[in-house]
């Protein structure tokens, strides 16, 4: 089984690097961009008998810092 | 206008830091994880007459190494 976790800052964090990103996509002339956010994707291939809570734990113990991130997990086949 | 951008390694390319985590996970106990894949996730808020050409060349100017990475664009409204 595989599952993808989303991995984004919540909405009143700072993000230097999605910042740095926004900037750079003005250097190269793009005009129409307003804001960029940068996240984490992790794609994780499981054992077929591992349950939810065993996917939400990871997150909520390693993959994402729960004070200034969200998570999201999307379960694929 | 909102598009999502997933950044992913090619498959032969060796990835440290999703051996980390994987490393990491194991660690703490959770056993039935057998691979793990680290990516990168950009949120671009963009003008609205922004066109897929534009968010494609962005992609491959920026924000995507095409040498060692697949790139996946989803817009959201």
Redesign the interface.
């Known amino acids: 089984m595989k599952a993808r976790i989303?991995?984004?800052l919540k909405g009143g964090v700072l993000d230097p690097q999605?910042k740095a990103?926004h900037h750079?996509?003005n250097g190269?002339g793009?005009?129409?961009?307003?804001?960029?956010?940068?996240?984490?994707?992790?794609?994780?291939?499981?054992?077929d008998?591992?349950n939810d809570a065993?996917i939400d734990?990871?997150c909520q113990?390693?993959?994402a810092n729960t004070v200034i991130e969200n998570y999201r997990i999307e379960k694929v086949g």
């Open positions: 989303f991995v984004t999605g990103i750079a996509l190269l793009f005009d129409g961009v307003n804001d960029v956010r940068a996240g984490k994707l992790i794609e994780l291939d499981l054992a008998d591992t065993d734990a990871m113990k390693l993959l």
